[in-house]
């Protein structure tokens, strides 16, 4: 286990950033005090920090901007326009990192690379080369020795999750489970080829559809013969950033900004809720608009999974937003949860009931579905239910999404965009693609069910006449409940044995007035009122005197 007493020049370092920017509550721990609860620093301090610490700590904030299950949306806001600052690596370095990668020399394969990189980040960074048939390729080549720099700060990271851990909002979000994840998903940011797979699989998946038409969509093509861990060989595209787009003709330009707002639309839907893999980071940079007029989809590194049931809840907490549910999105929410801690569902309705409330005025096309679905999130979090990390990716897929649809064309309705989509897709889990299959399903399914109906029906009566049939109910509670009944019972019964000794002497003492009588009357009124005294004692101690 890496020790935080033992101070590395790294460590000391971050304790250097950290006390540069006064994050009191990390300084503490990464000086091995005992961890209270956290708390972090505003926003774009933590930004700052992140930023100042590097090139791993910036991917870091990257992956933490696709938690908003996690994070309040300010802070989403600050860590999704993380940018490393950091200079490109030197030609001649990235040259010899490209060799190594490359079952042959560099002149033999490409008859041009630009030395100049086009972009540079955390990981990597960006060459445009043409390939000896003529072909243009971008080349994405990884930062010589990133791997080192990486192993050495999550183990820093996990330390630190471990200390985290101890307090109770490690306890509520298993911080160590999520430090796990973040540094895997770290990790994996340096094997190249499985952002190359991913690529190649929504290549697979966009190149058909029933809402658009592909030709109209490209995702670059990846050179596998050339692309290893290091290095990602893939077609160069001609565009540009989607919301820098200029159209020749300014006439039909309201037109065809509504006809691409239309195809993103159709494209991320059919990745969501039909594929159930999706490119989950749209934000404008990764969203071209191409010479040719199509759109393309670029750096499809992070991609988010949806199962089927998963696919069917959002669709349906969709509908339930629109129609200003909010006990359906109550219940929607806990059957989403990761966890089986109990929850109280008034309490989840009346978050929601709230928050809902505020849109009771606004029609449709002036609800902003991004802004609801972070709100749905703090609510969780408030509420203590744990959601699966996919849900951080769906709702900033979504959240980036409407941003540049609003962004690209203001008059964007989001539900005049998603409506036919919807209907479909439950048109598509109702019956499915082939109605004729689903219906032999279905008719398959009853004649099983009415062969053993009978069967089933008369064992259930064989055991309720032969009285084997045993129930097993369970109520939560139900033990607090019958000592709370116990309780109240044993001090019902002494408070009667209290009030009849008392009774008793004062028959007794009225009928007669001999010393014997009296001592005896003394005695019952004494054992009386020491005993009423300690039920009183009993009751205060308990709490429960209201």
């Known amino acids: 286990m890496f020790a935080l007493t033992q101070y590395t020049n790294r460590q000391r370092e971050i304790i250097e950033v950290v006390l540069r920017n006064g994050w009191d509550y990390m300084r503490g721990i990464l000086t091995g005090s005992k961890p209270d609860e956290p708390q972090l620093p505003t ?14 700590y910036v991917k870091l904030g990257q992956l933490l901007s696709t938690r908003p299950d996690l994070l309040p949306a300010d802070y989403i806001e600050a860590l999704s326009a993380l940018q490393a600052k950091v200079p490109s690596v030197p030609w001649e370095e990235i040259e010899e990192q490209i060799e190594e990668q490359l079952p ?14 086009i972009a540079a980040g955390s990981i990597g960074q960006v060459h445009r080369a043409t390939l000896r048939n003529g072909q ?9 020795k990133i791997d080192l720099i990486v192993d050495q700060d999550i183990a820093l990271i996990k330390a630190m999750a471990e200390l985290v851990a101890l307090t109770d ?3 509520d979000y298993d911080i160590i489970a999520l430090a796990d994840e973040f540094t895997t998903a770290l990790k994996a940011e340096l094997d190249f080829t ?11 998946n966009l190149a058909k559809s029933d809402w658009f038409d592909p030709s109209e969509l490209v995702v670059p093509k990846i050179h596998w013969d050339l692309t290893s861990s290091k290095l990602l060989v893939m077609e160069w595209l001609d565009g540009v950033p989607l919301l820098s787009a200029k159209f020749l003709d300014p006439q039909q330009e309201d037109q065809q900004r509504k006809e691409i707002t239309t195809l993103l639309f159709r494209v991320f839907f059919q990745q969501i809720y039909v594929d159930g893999f999706f490119h989950a980071d749209p934000h404008p940079g990764n969203l071209f608009y191409l010479h040719s007029g199509q759109v393309a989809l670029l750096d499809c590194g992070m991609i988010g999974r949806l199962d089927p049931r998963t ?5 349906e ?6 129609d200003l549910d909010a006990q359906r999105c109550s219940e929607l929410t806990l059957d989403l949860s990761d966890t089986n801690t109990s929850t109280s569902l008034i309490q989840l309705q009346n978050d929601y009931d709230r928050m809902l409330r505020k849109y009771h005025n606004l029609s449709i096309s002036e609800i902003n579905f991004s802004e609801v679905f972070y709100e749905v999130l703090a609510i969780s979090r408030r509420n203590k239910i744990r959601l699966p990390g996919n849900m951080g990716l769906y709702v900033k897929t979504i959240a980036n999404l409407e941003g540049v649809a609003r962004s690209f064309y203001p008059k964007v309705n989001l539900l005049e965009e998603v409506k036919p989509l919807i209907t479909d897709v439950f048109r598509r889990r109702l019956i499915g693609d082939n109605p004729a299959t689903a219906i032999l399903r279905t008719a398959l399914d009853l004649k099983n069910l009415s062969l053993r109906s009978p069967r089933k029906l008369d064992l259930l009566l ?15 509670n139900l033990d607090y409940l019958r000592k709370s009944i116990d309780d109240s019972a044993n001090r019902l019964s002494f408070s009667i044995v209290v009030g009849s000794l008392i009774i008793g002497a004062a028959i007794i003492s009225a009928n007669s007035e001999t010393s014997q009588v009296s001592l005896a009357t003394n005695i019952l009124f004494a054992a009386a009122s020491f005993l009423g005294l300690w039920l009183i004692i009993s009751i205060l101690r308990s709490g429960k005197l209201k």
């Open 462 to 476: 064989e055991r309720v006449t032969s009285e084997t049939l045993i129930w097993n109910i369970s109520i939560q």
């Open 311 to 315: 696919q069917n809840i959002l669709i």
């Open 317 to 322: 907490m969709l509908l339930a937003i629109v």
């Open 136 to 144: 243009e390729v971008a080349l994405k080549v990884q930062r010589p």
């Open 43 to 56: 926003p774009e301090v933590l930004r700052k920090i992140l930023i100042e610490l590097g090139p791993v």
């Open 169 to 171: 909002f490690g306890k």
């Open 194 to 204: 499985r952002e190359g797979t991913y690529t190649e699989q929504l290549r697979t």
């Open 104 to 117: 042959e020399t560099l002149s033999m394969i490409f008859s041009k690379i630009n030395p100049e990189a």
